[in-house]
């Protein structure tokens, strides 16, 4: 990955609002008006954007407004490109859009930081958006060529839509890398079974039993996974209770190969019946629990939780660790992670499927307090 690149944004000292707005709009007329270079940049079938020093979007072909939902000219109006895209990230400050954490590692910011300073770049990169006031998430691969135009600066900012190919990596690297190998463990207690002398072989029969659903439950994951990312996904609520919930999910977890040599308990919690769709909440939860038992070292504590307000129903897990602040900043948001190549789909598809559910996902670390992951929503009800 190349070196951190700070984007380059302007405040309001270093050009009045008004002025730069002008400017904006006097480049803009440069392309719109050339019926030929307009007609060239709007006959590309991709997203296509440029940018002018101020970070300001001076012209949009016509793909651009379809990706994005929007009628009308994309004209400067002080946008950052976060804004072009209604990236929850940028807003229509300056002072702030690109200024803050995430935008310092987007793939966008990064590209077009260096393009405005000469440099051919490209990245891959996932947008947190909302679109016609609806949370979409954008998987581009960015690319940024630095352009000179009556004698002034510009970058072309061209795009193109991955989300198919993030999900094939999502399903082939995660899921099934994950089923592939207890389908091994399998095959290798069965390879022990066959020794009919075999001493361990009650203990055996119900390793067995146990890996044996958790390739059930691991196919269930990639079929819900799935039909999350397609928008395919059917919620069927029943009615649970938190403090059962809580005690068969830390049955269940603690069967994993990360809770070994560790401790699992839960805190004292709320008691309260409610519906939900339990698929998705074990996997939201069961997903929480196993990144913290994976960052906790060998005679740690994970906790999970459950607290109530009103009509909002929160479930937490904790542990005592910290995570790094450039692994914080990417939470939610990318594939890749610190564990390897693939590996970092577990809090993305905890996003994901906390979305399906119509709750709301959220974590703090510190140094003093650790690492809580937690998952909020409405009760939908107590009967």
């Given amino acids: 990955m190349p070196a951190e690149v700070k984007p380059r944004i302007p405040t309001s000292d270093h050009i009045e609002a008004n002025q730069t707005s002008a400017m904006a709009g006097l480049q803009h007329e440069l392309f719109s008006e050339g019926v030929v270079s307009r007609a060239i940049l709007d006959a590309v ?14 012209y949009a072909n016509p793909a651009v407004r379809t990706l994005t939902n929007k009628g009308g000219q994309t004209r400067g109006k002080l946008l950052s490109e976060g804004d072009a895209f209604h990236c929850v990230h940028a807003r229509n400050d300056l002072q702030e859009a690109g200024n803050n954490d995430c935008c ?17 770049a490209s990245e891959d990169c996932h947008l947190a958006c909302e679109l016609t006031g609806t949370a979409t998430n954008l998987d581009l691969r960015v690319w940024a060529t630095p352009l000179e135009f009556h004698g002034e600066r510009f970058s072309l900012l061209s795009l193109i839509d991955i989300s198919d190919k993030f ?18 463990s399998i095959r290798g207690f069965l390879s022990v079974m066959q020794d009919a002398n075999v001493e361990e072989h009650d203990e055996i029969c119900e390793l067995l039993e146990r890996t044996t659903q958790s390739s059930i439950d691991e196919i269930t994951a990639i079929r819900l996974l799935d039909s999350v990312m397609h928008n395919d996904l ?67 504590t994970v906790t999970l939780g459950c607290t109530t307000d009103t009509d909002v129903l929160r479930f937490w897990v904790h542990n005592d660790q910290l995570i790094p602040h450039d692994v914080r900043t990417q939470i939610f948001r990318k594939i890749s992670s610190t564990k390897g190549s693939g590996r970092g789909i577990g ?37």
């Fill in 347 to 383: 809090t993305y598809s905890i996003k994901l499927l906390s979305e399906a559910l119509g709750g709301d996902v959220r974590f703090t670390s510190t140094k003093s307090d650790g690492t809580v992951f937690s998952l909020q929503f409405r009760i939908q009800g107590q009967g």
């Fill in 167 to 184: 999900r094939r990596e999502v399903l082939e690297k995660v899921c099934f890398h994950d089923l592939l190998n207890t389908l091994s």
């Fill in 234 to 300: 059917h919620v069927q609520p029943e009615r649970l209770e938190s403090l059962a919930f809580m005690d068969l999910m830390v049955k269940t977890v603690q069967r994993h190969p990360a809770a070994i040599d560790k401790h699992l308990k839960t805190a004292e919690s709320d008691s309260m019946h409610f519906r939900t769709d339990p698929r998705l909440l074990r996997r939201i939860i069961s997903n929480m629990m196993i990144n913290a038992l994976e960052a906790t070292p060998a005679n740690g």
């Fill in 104 to 120: 310092r590692i987007c793939g966008v910011a990064r590209v077009l930081s260096m393009s405005l300073k000469g440099e051919t």
């Fill in 45 to 58: 079938p991709n997203p296509l954007l440029i940018i002018n020093e101020d970070w300001q979007v001076v």
